[in-house]
């Protein structure tokens, strides 16, 4: 049966104090412990949409921010981490697709069953569960000056998105029980969900052609090929890994209205695994809408918010689909 609807929310962008990985996880757990919501409405950690964010400051500073999502039946683990100064012990990466620990770059990583949080850089970093490994969020930050983080959140996922101080260049990641199986047994895990990271891959930015073009750098592309965006998704029971690919090339979505002058809302994104062909499933709430802006809302007549946009760019309008409220 399907998995239960979920309501993203946004928490107001954060500026970030400083363009290195601390400053960034800085960002992140600043988002991800935020008393209010973008709108104004509080936000509680650990209840409704909001997650339950920490961070490893052992060293004196941030080197890793980990959260929980509010739904959690396997014990989800969501880690964020990097340094400016690796330490002695390597992490476990991904091995498909050349994701490597470097310094200066941040990485994300998922564990299934966790236990206490034990250390970002050992191969397993927490004490006890199904590590996926880490996959690169994003070029390093003395390859790209960050500005400011966006960060989304539901019951089951999160997203954020990094932007250069422009808004012409944005680099998104999250983690989560993003794709609905649309089916039980074999096809989920034992709760009826998948679970997956994702980010834009460390060689460049999103590409204004995210939804049109396949092969074009963006979220939730299951790309193995080096330093490529990544969508990766343990398979379920499994601690072993799968990308995750969309099945058909996207429309743009530039002049989308409907015949009264209405914004669309269009359910689109379904998941295969390339390697099998196998289908994975659905993007849960997160649909097509015509160009936009990421940090814009789709509101009813009246003013209500239905979405948030998800884009390319903060100062052009470009394609983009809308996280769900």
Known sequence: MPNPTLNWRAVAPVTLAANTTVGILDALFTAGTSATYADGSARTPGTGSAWTWNRDTGGGVNVASYGTPPTNA????????????????GPTMIATGGDTNAINRLNIGMVKNAGTYAGWNLAAPFTSGQFSGYANVSPATTAVTYATLYYWECQEAFVCQLFIAAGTQGYPFGGGAFLDPLASG???????????????????????????????SGPWNGDTASNASRFWQFNPGLST?????????????????????????????????????????????????????????????????????????????????????
């Open 74 to 89: 396997l014990s989800m683990r969501y880690i964020v981490a990097g340094a400016t100064t690796l330490p002695g012990s």
């Open 241 to 325: 890994l799968v990308a995750a690919k969309r099945m058909a090339t996207g429309v743009s979505t530039t002049t989308l209205l409907s015949p009264g002058g209405e914004i669309p809302l269009v359910p689109h994104f379904h998941f295969y695994a390339p390697t099998t062909g196998l289908y994975l499933g659905a993007l849960r709430e997160v649909d097509l809408t015509r160009a936009a802006r990421t940090g814009q809302r789709v509101l009813t007549g009246g003013g209500a918010p239905v979405g948030y946009v998800l884009s390319s760019q903060t100062g052009a309008d470009q394609q983009s689909a809308a996280l769900m409220h």
């Open 186 to 216: 074999i096809s989920a895990e034992s709760d009826g969900r998948n679970y997956s990271i994702m980010s834009n891959g460390n060689s460049g930015f999103m590409s204004t052609l995210w939804i049109s073009t396949l092969s074009a």
